[in-house]
């Protein structure tokens, strides 16, 4: 059973910066792909970066580019997403989810297949 944890999550200031956690367990993860999404409150679900678990190739939608750093540890199966110079509107729950049949980076949240339980980044202006 897969089980995608998140932590890291908080409140901060305009231009602060957080790093978010997914621990991720139950399985090997070669060939899969972790991305983040968000949901802000009375909005759609979007997709923020992912990371292939092989070779840590990244893919970052374009508002996040510059400011958000997606990586991975294959040795603690934990993906990070260091996120900077924070702003208001980046206040959301954010998810980690896994992608286990990824050919390429896909920004559905409907072709992942595992979630976590999402963590709440509020940025304060």
């Known amino acids: 059973q897969v089980q995608l944890v998140e932590s890291g999550g908080g409140l901060v200031q305009a231009g602060g910066s957080l790093r978010l956690s997914c621990a991720a367990s139950g399985r090997t993860f070669s060939n899969t792909v972790m991305g983040w999404f968000r949901q802000a409150p009375g909005k759609e679900r979007e997709f923020v970066a992912a990371?292939?678990?092989?070779?840590?190739?990244?893919y970052y939608v374009d508002f996040v580019k510059g400011r958000f750093t997606i990586s991975r540890d294959n040795a603690k199966n934990t993906v990070y997403l260091q996120m900077n110079s924070l702003k208001p509107e980046d206040t959301a729950v954010y998810y980690c989810a896994l992608d286990l049949h990824a050919v390429i980076f896909r920004t559905r949240d409907r072709d992942y297949d595992y979630w976590g339980q999402g963590t709440q980044v509020t940025v304060s202006s």
């Open positions: 990371i292939t678990w092989s070779g840590g190739t990244t």
